[in-house]
T-cell receptor, first 116, second 120 residues
Framework: AQKITQTQPGMFVQEKEAVTLDCTYD???????LFWYKQPSSGEMIFLIY??????QNATEGRYSLNFQKARKSANLVISASQLGDSAMYFC?????????????FGAGTRLAVHP | DTGVSQDPRHKITKRGQNVTFRCDPI?????LYWYRQTLGQGPEFLTY????????KSRLLSDRFSAERPKGSFSTLEIQRTEQGDSAMYLC??????????????????FGQGTRLTVV
């Protein structure tokens, strides 16, 4: 069965510092996709970054990068130069990209607090 | 606004009442998903549609829950005889299918702001 584990219930970081949010996953599939979403207090899930299991390069999107270590089954999110607006819940998720299994499996999330 | 929209944003209902939520996906997206999120947890998959066909349902979707997507556009999620355990955030998301997009990248799901249900 697919499973996502986020072991950090809460993290805090000083503004302008970098922070790493951990995510490990469990799957027997060879082909899958990994996602990070941000959920501010308003409730909307905001897509941040995507990594495919066959992608050789780590994904980057602006200040977000994904540290993908396939052998360790980890997909950590790195936020560089944290901003106050980064304070939110962050969810790691996994999806099978093909076939009929299109649902996202989410972890329990990490609450990030950015301090000035 | 061309994002996913959900209505209502908040709903308070008495136990035993029926409620219905609406989701309007991004117009060109052929896939639509419903998720439920309880406090302190990540979203859990409920069901998904490709166009008007409901292709997958979670075991979480008891017989009191029903979802429709007539004509492959907006979707509704109805909960009959609500229970206090139904209190949660109900999130809708939409995406393109990989075959429509031609690649895996770009098929990420875009979420609405959710409907927060409180059953009293």
């Amino acid at each position: 069965a697919q499973k996502i584990t986020q072991t950090q219930p809460g993290m805090f970081v000083q503004e302008k510092e970098a922070v790493t949010l951990d995510c490990t996953y469990d799957t027997s599939d060879q082909s899958y996709g990994l996602f990070w979403y941000k959920q501010p207090s308003s409730g909307e899930m905001i897509f941040l970054i995507y990594q495919g299991s066959y992608d050789e390069q780590n994904a980057t999107e602006g200040r977000y990068s994904l540290n993908f270590q396939k052998a360790r089954k980890s997909a950590n999110l790195v936020i560089s130069a944290s901003q106050l607006g980064d304070s939110a819940m962050y969810f790691c998720a996994m999806r099978r990209p093909s076939g009929g299994y299109n649902k996202l499996i989410f972890g329990a999330g990490t609450r990030l607090a950015v301090h000035p | 606004d061309t994002g996913v929209s959900q209505d209502p944003r908040h709903k308070i209902t008495k136990r035993g009442q029926n409620v219905t939520f609406r989701c309007d996906p991004i117009s060109e997206h052929n896939r639509l998903y419903w998720y439920r999120q309880t406090l302190g947890q990540g979203p859990e998959f409920l069901t998904y549609f490709q166009n008007e066909a409901q292709l997958e349902k979670s075991r979480l979707l008891s017989d009191r829950f029903s979802a429709e997507r007539p004509k492959g556009s907006f979707s509704t999620l109805e909960i009959q005889r609500t229970e206090q355990g139904d209190s949660a955030m109900y999130l809708c998301a939409s995406s393109l299918s990989s075959s429509a997009q031609g690649a895996i990248r770009g098929t990420e799901a875009f979420f609405g702001q959710g409907t927060r249900l409180t059953v009293v």
